[in-house]
């Protein structure tokens, strides 16, 4: 089995920051593409940055220059530096990967269960 565990999540005031991880672990052979995503109440799931096994990025327009994607491919361990945070960046934040396991040929899209980020005075 493979597991996505994301911890970092808090209660942060306005313009602070926060850094978010997503570790995985299971019968892991390799991993491919690695992102953040992250959903409101009363909102559809929304892409926040994305990172490719190559280490390149991408990010959503209302997060840019804001937070910051990375991942320890020694750790198997995908990063969300989040800086100058606003209320609307309250959400529930959830990392998926595309994962290979062990004695697979193929890759498969893992969800974990997510960690609750809330901006506010």
């Known amino acids: 089995q493979v597991q996505l565990v994301e911890s970092g999540g808090g209660l942060v005031q306005p313009g602070g920051s926060l850094r978010l991880s997503c570790a995985a672990s299971g019968s892991i052979f390799s991993i491919d593409a690695m992102g953040w995503y992250r959903q409101a109440p009363g909102k559809q799931r929304e892409l926040v940055a994305t990172?490719?096994?190559?280490?390149?990025?991408n990010y959503a327009d209302s997060v840019k220059n804001r937070f910051t994607i990375s991942r320890d491919n020694a750790k198997n361990t995908l990063y969300l530096q989040m800086n100058s945070l606003k209320p609307e960046d309250t959400a529930v934040y959830i990392c998926n990967a595309r994962i290979r396991r062990t004695g697979n040929y193929f890759f498969d899209t893992y969800w974990g269960q997510g960690t609750q980020v809330t901006v506010s005075s």
């Open positions: 990172i490719t096994g190559g280490g390149r990025t």
